[in-house]
């Protein structure tokens, strides 16, 4: 769109650039009917770049000069028609050039925007991204630390358990049978040993032993 919208106005100066070629002999009627045919072309130019709607002082001032041009054509006036041709003409190249130092500052505006936007997207990823990682990493944490928390509380439940347990008795018999010296009768004698012992916890399993001997022979 660009190429074409420079293309015209190159073709509008090489009118414009024959019309002041023209030989003298070919007579000013014919000299000033190119340069208003020229001007015509680069004002119409200028108004398809948007200089009527943007450029309105401009391009009122051109058209104005070109309608001065034919009439001093018509009223037979060729060189005041040729003047005015002319600056009808200047007046399109300011408004053309001024609308493609427009068109080329709102691409590259536009240029820049894109490349701020594809900057600003690639951040928000990378800021999301750390997040993410920052998040997971406090989770796990948090996991490590209640796990650790579980494993002390029931250390804890179990050691009170455990210091609150009523106190037990033990009692050990043992019966030793011995024959008396000289004698056919046993004896018997009976001892029995009673100790206080401290329950282990309730998986704990307490193993009472008893011992007989056999008599001596």
């Known amino acids: 769109m660009l190429r074409r919208t420079l293309f015209a106005p190159l073709l509008a100066a090489s009118a414009m650039a024959l019309a002041l ?3 003298a002999h070919a007579g000013k009627a014919d000299r000033a009917r190119e340069a ?3 001007a015509d072309a680069k004002i119409h130019t200028a108004e398809t770049m948007g200089a009527g709607s943007e450029m309105t002082h401009q391009t009122a001032e051109a058209r104005a000069a070109l309608a001065i041009a034919k009439e001093k054509l018509a009223a037979g006036q060729k060189s005041t028609s040729i003047a005015e041709a002319i600056r009808a003409s200047t007046l399109a190249d300011a408004a053309i050039g001024e609308m493609q130092g427009r068109q080329e500052r709102t691409i590259a505006a536009e240029r820049q925007a894109r490349t701020d936007g594809v900057a600003a997207a690639q951040q928000q990823t990378a800021v999301a991204q750390q997040q993410s990682v920052d998040a ?7 996991q490590q630390s209640a796990a650790i928390s579980a494993s002390e509380a029931v250390v804890a439940r ?7 347990a ?3 008795h ?3 018999t043992t019966t030793t049978v011995q024959p008396a010296r000289g004698s056919t009768h046993a004896t018997t004698r009976t001892s029995v040993t009673t100790s206080t012992i401290k329950p282990a916890p309730p998986a704990a399993a307490v193993t009472t032993t008893t011992t007989v001997t056999p008599p001596t022979r």
Do not use: F, K, L, S
Not at 136 to 142: I, L
Not at 158 to 164: E, G, M
């Open 36 to 38: 208003i045919a020229a």
């Open 158 to 164: 179990n050691a009170a358990a455990a210091a609150q």
């Open 170 to 172: 033990m009692e050990t």
């Open 136 to 142: 997971n990493a406090r989770a796990n944490v948090a």
């Open 21 to 23: 070629a023209t030989p």
């Open 166 to 168: 009523p106190v037990g």
